[in-house]
Nanobody, 127 residues
């Protein structure tokens, strides 16, 4: 399966963006994958943002985005979303989606747990 992230852009502090990540190509059924969003700011390491289990019942978040970001998935459209509200300059980064075929409730949050990655979409938040 391949992942294609989109929806990045430039916004001012306090603005909102919704990122999408669509899966395509051969592979397991989309609903068999746990999905995650990660980000990498300039000069920094890639970090976890949010993840969602196969059913959508488990959605862990990084402390830095709790209450502002919401991850969701639409299995019928093979797509995972990241709704980002109240954006801050420190949210500026390239955002990557990732997938991992997992058992039902497992929701990985570590980079090394994921083996399928999208190409990234850039988010810039200006003050």
């Amino acid at each position: 399966v391949q992942l294609q992230a989109s929806g990045g852009g430039s916004v001012q502090t306090g603005g909102s963006l919704r990122l999408s990540c669509a899966a395509s190509g051969p592979g397991r059924v989309f609903s068999r994958y746990s999905l995650g969003w990660f980000r990498q700011a300039p000069g920094k390491e890639r970090e976890f943002v949010a993840a969602i289990s196969r059913s959508g019942s488990m959605t862990p978040y990084a402390d830095s985005v709790k209450g502002r970001f919401t991850i969701s998935r639409e299995n019928a459209k093979n797509t995972v979303y990241l709704q980002m509200n109240s954006l801050k300059p420190e949210d500026t980064a390239v955002y990557y989606c990732a997938a991992k075929s997992t058992i039902l409730t497992y929701t990985p949050i570590r980079i090394n747990d994921y083996d399928i990655w999208g190409q990234g979409t850039e988010v810039t938040v200006s003050s």
